[in-house]
C-alpha cells in the first residue's frame, strides 16, 4: 500500500524469548508480543527522494539502485524493543535487506508526477467515481518530469479493465466501451520540470466496475550511445498512476 509520498513497508516480526516484549516501531504506535508470538506490523516508510538517486555514481545499474533504496528504508525504520519485567532493550536493525523491481518502484519517489482529471475535476487517490451509462466521459491525463535533464521516446498509454478479484483482469472490452481519440501517444521529449497533456473520452455500455490503467513508458537504452546515469535507471521502465482509477458505471 503506498500514498504519493510514502509507502508501506510490512514486517514479519517474532518475540524469540519466553518474556512479554514491547516493541515500538514508530514514534507513536507499539505493539505487545508475548513469548514466542509473532505478529505482523506495517511501518509507514517516506519514500527515497530524487535528489537521493541523482548522487548515484558509475553506470546507475540496479544494484546501486538497491543499495541506495536499501539505505534509505534501514536509516528511516526505527525498531525498538524491551523486555518487560527486565532491564533487557535493543534496536532491530533493516541492513542488508534486498529488494525486488516491483519493491523498488514503490520505495523510490517516481521521476514522473501525474494530474488526472475526469470530466475537468481532479481526481485524487481512492476517490469513489460514478458516471452514467452512455455518457461521454472526458478522461485528461497531465504528466509531469521531475528530474532536473530531459526525459526522451517516452509512450503515454490509458487502457480500461476489469478486475474480476481473482487475480484475472479482463482488458477484452470492447463490447463493453467505445474510446475517442488515442489511448496511447508518444512523447519524443519531456523537459526538465516540463509537463505533457493528453485528453481522450470514452463511452461505457454496460454497468459494473472499470478501472483505468494508466501508465509511462521509456525505452530501452541503445549500446554506446552516451547516456546519463539518472537515465540509464528509468531505461526501458513502465511508471503506472498508483492505485488505478476505478469507476463505476450505472443505469439511471
Known amino acids: 500500500m503506498s500514498r504519493s509520498s510514502q509507502f508501506y513497508l510490512v514486517l514479519d516480526v ?5 518474556h512479554e516484549m514491547e516493541l515500538h516501531y514508530t514514534q507513536s504506535k507499539c505493539i505487545y508480543m508475548e513469548g514466542k508470538e509473532p505478529c505482523r506490523i506495517p511501518v509507514p516508510v517516506d519514500r527515497c527522494p530524487l535528489n537521493k538517486l541523482s548522487m548515484l555514481n558509475g553506470g546507475g545499474d540496479v544494484g546501486e539502485l538497491q543499495k541506495v533504496c536499501a539505505e534509505h528504508i534501514a536509516s528511516l525504520v526505527d525498531l525498538r524493543w524491551q523486555l518487560l519485567g527486565t532491564e533487557s532493550t535493543g534496536k532491530a536493525t533493516l541492513s542488508g535487506i534486498t529488494l ?11 521521476p514522473l508526477q501525474w494530474e488526472v482529471t475526469i470530466n475537468d475535476t481532479m481526481v485524487k487517490a481512492q476517490d469513489e467515481l460514478t458516471c452514467n451509462l452512455g455518457e461521454c466521459v472526458s478522461i485528461g491525463i497531465g504528466v509531469c518530469n521531475a528530474l532536473e535533464h530531459p526525459l526522451s521516446d517516452l509512450i503515454l498509454s490509458i487502457n480500461f479493465y ?13 463490447t463493453r466501451l467505445s474510446i475517442a481519440g488515442a489511448n496511447k501517444v508518444m512523447l519524443p521529449a519531456l523537459q526538465e520540470y516540463g509537463r505533457a ?4 473520452r470514452v463511452v461505457f455500455f454496460t454497468t459494473g466496475q472499470y478501472k483505468i490503467d494508466i501508465q509511462c513508458s521509456s525505452k530501452e537504452t541503445t549500446p554506446n550511445t552516451p547516456t546519463l546515469c539518472s537515465e540509464l535507471i ?8 498508483i492505485p488505478p482509477i476505478e469507476i463505476t458505471i450505472d443505469d439511471y
Open 162 to 174: 476489469q478486475d474480476h478479484h481473482n487475480g484475472v483482469n479482463n482488458y477484452q472490452l470492447d
Open 100 to 110: 525486488t523491481q516491483d519493491m523498488l518502484d514503490l520505495v523510490r519517489m517516481s
Open 14 to 18: 517474532t518475540n524469540m524469548t519466553n
Open 197 to 200: 497533456y493528453h485528453e481522450c
Open 234 to 241: 528509468n531505461a526501458g521502465h513502465t511508471w503506472r498512476y
